[in-house]
């Protein structure tokens, strides 16, 4: 296995995050960081890397767990990712993680339990990465079955 430097990792989560799909648009997160579009275009074309400080503010403004932007999601299906986010730009995807009882009433009571406390863990912040590695392989797994 290749590991890759976290420039490497970071100039992928860039492109993965404002590319076509993703998470949130150029425009949005130039001004929720307060910052130019053109340097967003930056990140996005690989031109320049954000460094850790911006890395994090990234992470703040697109509402990803911190150090989203330093792990490698390659080979992970970005909906996969959406299932596991707090305030996910993607609402339709309710159906796969329900943020309430009710939109969880057609799952098993056992599974519904258990998106509810995942669900609730991911909004107090305390899962960690190894939980959310963990969730991304489980979705990803699943999302296989069809």
Known sequence: MIMKDIETIRKENAARLLGKGGLIRQAE????????PAQVQQWKAGYRIPESESCRRIEKAAELPVGWMDQDHAGIGMDAEYCLLAGSARPELEVIAPSSPET???????????VEQIITKSK?????????????ST?????GDK
Request: net charge positive; no cysteine; glycine share 6%.
């Open 104 to 114: 969880a009433s057609g799952l098993i009571p056992q599974a519904r339990a258990l």
């Open 124 to 136: 107090e912040n305390k899962l960690s990465e190894g939980d959310i590695a963990l969730l991304i």
């Open 139 to 143: 979705v990803t797994r699943l999302s």
């Open 29 to 36: 997160l130039a001004r929720r960081m307060r910052i130019s």
